[in-house]
Each structure stands twice: as structure tokens, then as C-alpha cells.
């Protein structure tokens, strides 16, 4: 049964995730966010778009406030772990749009 619902898994997550998008506001003119705001914006967000509850994500850093910068995080569910990409999509004074998307076979 268990292999069974880790294709479900992954693919639920997947299509929530490919067009996931966020506004994150981020204030006093910062350029960048910093490793644990990422990881805590990208939990609520998939944790809002999935019927899964994410228990873990630990991104490789922070990401840069501009549109096209780029950050690899790890999203955990259960015994089940996942690689997301996460991307600026849009910068819009100081509120930051990110785009997640899980990557497919990692």
C-alpha cells in the first residue's frame, strides 16, 4: 500500500506545486530573504496547496531579491522527501513573488 501512495504523493504535490505562487513582503528595502523566512514561506505555501502535510523544508540558503534568482529546497512529507526549485517571479516594491516547483525525479 505504501508504494502505491508514493506516486499519488508526488504527483498531488507536483501539480500544486507547478503553479504555486506567493507574495512574501519582506520591507526596509531588503534585497534578500533570508534561509529560514524561505523555508518558513515555502511550508505554509505548499501546506495551503496540498492535501499533504509538510513536515519539513530546508532550503540550500536564502534567495535574492530579483526576479530570476533561484534556490533548491528540500520539501518532507512523512517518510518522503522531495526537491523543490523555488524562483522569483515577480518583485513589486518590497513584496517579493516566488514560484515553486517541485523538481520530477529527485
Known sequence: ??????????ALLTAACVLTSCSVHIGGGVTTMSKAQLEKTVKDKLGTKTASTIDSV???GGIEGKVGAAQTCTVVTGAKSRRAMVTVADIRGSDIALSIEIIPGQ
Open 58 to 60: 530546508v532550503c540550500d
Open 1 to 10: 500500500m505504501a508504494g502505491r501512495s508514493t506516486p499519488r504523493w508526488a
